[in-house]
């Protein structure tokens, strides 16, 4: 492995382990849970309130067909 590769592999895995901080982790999760209780109200809306929020059932339904991670 040429000395630019290692750099840069070592740069990727620094970027990686940044990424999965304890602190930052929690963030994502709590950001999927907040995104999937979302989409659960959204699903609980009639059709005037959608239309008041300019969605219709076409879209929610699309909406909560999304992975949470989405």
């Known amino acids: 492995m040429s000395e630019l590769q290692h750099l840069t592999h070592l740069g990727r ?3 990686v382990l940044r990424a999965f901080r304890p602190g930052k982790l929690f ?3 709590s950001r999927w ?3 999937h209780r979302q989409r ?3 699903s609980h809306l009639n059709d005037a309130a ?3 929020i300019g969605l219709t059932r076409h879209d929610v339904e ?3 067909q999304r992975p ?3």
Request: hydrophobic share 50%; proline share 0%.
């Open 27 to 29: 963030a994502l999760i």
């Open 62 to 64: 699309r909406e909560i």
């Open 40 to 42: 659960i109200q959204l």
């Open 13 to 15: 895995r620094r970027a």
């Open 50 to 52: 959608l239309k008041d």
């Open 33 to 35: 849970k907040t995104r």
């Open 68 to 70: 949470f991670w989405y």
